[in-house]
């Protein structure tokens, strides 16, 4: 991933496939690792909170 795309991720917000998590909370992360994992997958980004 280069600095363009992950500027375009962030501009976009959270969606389907798309996660952002401010702090690691491991139950919680957990819960999303299964989630994508039970649909067409996705990426986390961590220490990015929902304001961007």
Known sequence: MDKQELEFILQEGEG???????????????????????????RIFLGVDDKK
């Not at 996660?19 to 491991?26: G, I, N, R, V």
């Open 16 to 42: 389907l496939k798309i996660e952002f998590k401010e702090f690691f909370d491991a139950k919680n992360f957990a819960k999303e690792i299964v989630a994508f994992a039970n649909s067409c997958g996705g």
